[in-house]
C-alpha cells in the first residue's frame, strides 16, 4: 500500500505552478515518471488499472464498482436527469474528495489510458455528456464550497454544487450570480457551456460573470485562468466546454439582490391566444433595453387534443408584473397564472418540478435572428409533424424559444469577450429548441428522428428568409450537432492553439470523449 507521506507527494503536483511556457507540458511528458517522482510505486498496485490505482490511493470508499458496492453505483447512476445517461454503465465511479484528487485521476487516466467522463449536475440528456461506458464517471459532488470573499463582491462556488445550492447560501447575504434557472442543473456544465440566466439581460450569461476559473489541466496542474492571467485559457473556458481542463471552482461577481427576491411565474394560454402571446414575445425580445430585467421563455406543448403556450415569465427584481414588455401578455387570456413574488432558490425550485427525472430525454436547437414569422412558423410545423410521435410511449415534445437580447449579446464582450462567436450584429436572437422526454428505448428512433425534421424544416425557412445564424448553444444542442463549428472558423482555429498549448498530447479530446468535441464530427446519426 502506498504510505501517507507519499500520497502527499503525489498530491501536492497538483498545485505545481507553471513556471515556464513549457510547464504544462515537457516534450516528451513522461506521466509514469511524473507520478512516481511524487511517490507513487505502482508495482504496489495489483493490475493496474485507472479504478484500481484511485482506490488504492484514495480508499475504496471513493471508487464504486458494480460489485462489490454495488447499491452505491445504482444509487449514483440512477441520480442522473435523463434516463439515457442512468443507462450508462462505468466501469467504476470515482467521488473525487478533492481538487487536488482530480489532478491525480488525470494523470492516472493517462498513465493507463482510461476514458472517463465527468459530472457536475448530470442535467445532460444524452448517454456520454457526464457518464461514459467502461470507462471512469468522476463524480465532483464533495467539491461543494460556496465561498465569499471578505468584502462580498465575488463568491467561489465549486462544481458539486447545483443551482440551488448555490442560490440557498447566498440568499441570506441578499446576494446572487447569474446562475441557472432550474434548480438541480449543476454549477459546472452550465457555466462551461454558456449559462442563460434570470439576470442575462441585465449582466450577461454565467460565463461572462466568472472572473476566475480553477482548472486542472492535462499534466495535472491546477491554474487560475483570469483575464490577466493565462487569458486565452481563460477566454477559452467562456462557453468552450469540457475541452480545456476540468474546472475545480469557478469565482463569480456576485449581485445585489434585496430580500433575495425576483418576480416569476408562468401564463398558460390556449390556442386562440397564440397570436397575441406570439407577438408579446417577439415584442419583449426586440424591446428588451426598455426594460432589461424582464425575460422569459415561450413553451409551445399538446396535452391529448389540447394545445397550450406557457410563457415562463420572470423579472430580476420584485413587482415585476406591471412591466411595460409583459404588457401583451397580461391583455392575453390566460387560463392559469402562477406569477408571484419568489425567493430565488424556491423559484428555481418550482421550474425543476416541471423537469421529470428517469426518463429519456432529448434536446435540439438552432438560433435564427428574431423575426415574428418565423416564430408562427415553427409553432405550426412543430404541432403539424407532432402526430409522429404520437404513438410512441410515453412522448411529450415541447418547442421552445429562448431570447438572446442585445443586452446579453453585448455582454459577451466583457473581459476579452467569449468562444460563442455571437456579436451586436446578429442580435436579438431568437433559439428555437426541441425538448422532450418519452418511457422506452424502443422509441429513441422516432423521437430523435422527429426532433431532426422540426428544427431542419425551421432552419430551412430561416435560411429562405434570410435571418439563419450557424450559432447553437451548446447546452441545448443534440449529440447530432457540431456545437464548436458553430462558434464561427475563426473562434474554432482559435480554440484549437489554445487546446494545443495546454494540452498537446490532447487528453481532452480523446481521453474524454463526452460531447462537444473541437473537431469531432457529430454523433453518427447526423444524417437524421
Known amino acids: 500500500m502506498i504510505n501517507a507521506v507519499r500520497l502527499a507527494g503525489l498530491a501536492a503536483l497538483a498545485s505545481v505552478a507553471a513556471a515556464t511556457e513549457h510547464a504544462f507540458e515537457s516534450s516528451p511528458f513522461n506521466v509514469a515518471k511524473a507520478l512516481r517522482d511524487h511517490g507513487v510505486d505502482f508495482s504496489k498496485i495489483p493490475e493496474l488499472s485507472g479504478c484500481r490505482a484511485l482506490g488504492n490511493v484514495y480508499g475504496d470508499h471513493t471508487v464504486y464498482r458494480e460489485s462489490p458496492n454495488a447499491t452505491q453505483y445504482s444509487d449514483f447512476t440512477g441520480k ?11 466501469h467504476c465511479i470515482f467521488v473525487a474528495p478533492t481538487a487536488d484528487s482530480v489532478s491525480v485521476m488525470v494523470l492516472l487516466s493517462r498513465l493507463t489510458q482510461c476514458p472517463f467522463a465527468v459530472k457536475s449536475g448530470g442535467h445532460g440528456a444524452f448517454a456520454g455528456a457526464s457518464n461514459i461506458e467502461g470507462g471512469m464517471t468522476v463524480s465532483l459532488e464533495m467539491l461543494r464550497n460556496v465561498t465569499l470573499s471578505d468584502g462580498k463582491e465575488t463568491v467561489v462556488i465549486q462544481p458539486g454544487n447545483t443551482w440551488s445550492d448555490v442560490y440557498t447560501a447566498l440568499d441570506k447575504h441578499e446576494l446572487t450570480v447569474t446562475g441557472g434557472r432550474v434548480s438541480s442543473v449543476g454549477t459546472g456544465g452550465l457555466t462551461l457551456g454558456g449559462g442563460i440566466s434570470f439576470f442575462s439581460n441585465l449582466h450577461g450569461w454565467a460565463c461572462d460573470n466568472v472572473v476566475r476559473y480553477e482548472v486542472i489541466t492535462a499534466s495535472g496542474v491546477k491554474v487560475d485562468a483570469t483575464p490577466t492571467s493565462h487569458p486565452d485559457l481563460y477566454w477559452a473556458l467562456r462557453g468552450g466546454g469540457n475541452n480545456f481542463g476540468i474546472v475545480t471552482a469557478f469565482t463569480f461577481e456576485t449581485l445585489p439582490l434585496p430580500d433575495a427576491k425576483i418576480w416569476g411565474g408562468s401564463k398558460t394560454y390556449l390556442e386562440a391566444a397564440f397570436e397575441d402571446v406570439e407577438k408579446a414575445y417577439h415584442n419583449l425580445v426586440v424591446n428588451s433595453p426598455q426594460d432589461p430585467n424582464a425575460g422569459m421563455w415561450l413553451a409551445w406543448a399538446q396535452m391529448d387534443d389540447l394545445k397550450v403556450a406557457v410563457a415562463e415569465l420572470y423579472y430580476a427584481k420584485p413587482n415585476g408584473s406591471e412591466s411595460t414588455l409583459f404588457k401583451g401578455f397580461n391583455e392575453a387570456m390566460a387560463v392559469e397564472d402562477t406569477t408571484k413574488e419568489r425567493v430565488v432558490h424556491e423559484y428555481t425550485d418550482l421550474i425543476e418540478a416541471s423537469n421529470r427525472y428517469d426518463l429519456r430525454e432529448l434536446y435540439w436547437a438552432i438560433t435564427a435572428k428574431a423575426t415574428l414569422e418565423l416564430a408562427t412558423f415553427a409553432r405550426n410545423t412543430f404541432y403539424e409533424k407532432r402526430s409522429a410521435v404520437s404513438g410512441v410511449a410515453g412522448a411529450d415534445p415541447v418547442l421552445i424559444m429562448h431570447p438572446i437580447t442585445e443586452g446579453q449579446i453585448e455582454s459577451m464582450s466583457k473581459n476579452g469577450g467569449n468562444a460563442l462567436g455571437v456579436t451586436p450584429e446578429d442580435g436579438p436572437l431568437y433559439i428555437i ?18 426532433a431532426s425534421d422540426v428544427i431542419s424544416t425551421v432552419a430551412a425557412k430561416a435560411e429562405e428568409l434570410g435571418v439563419d445564424n450557424d450559432y447553437v448553444y451548446m447546452n441545448y444542442g443534440s449529440k447530432y450537432q457540431n456545437v464548436i463549428a458553430s462558434y464561427g472558423a475563426e473562434n474554432v482555429a482559435k480554440l484549437n492553439a489554445i487546446s494545443k498549448r495546454y494540452d498537446p498530447q490532447a487528453v481532452f479530446q480523446k481521453l474524454q470523449p463526452g460531447y462537444f468535441k473541437l473537431n469531432r464530427s457529430p454523433a453518427p446519426g447526423s444524417e437524421l
Not at 442522473?80 to 462505468?90: A, C, G, L, R
Open 433 to 450: 429548441q426541441i425538448a422532450s422526454w418519452w418511457d422506452d428505448a424502443e422509441g429513441d428512433q422516432a423521437m430523435y428522428t422527429f
Open 80 to 90: 442522473y436527469w435523463s434516463k439515457i445517461q442512468s443507462d450508462v454503465d462505468p
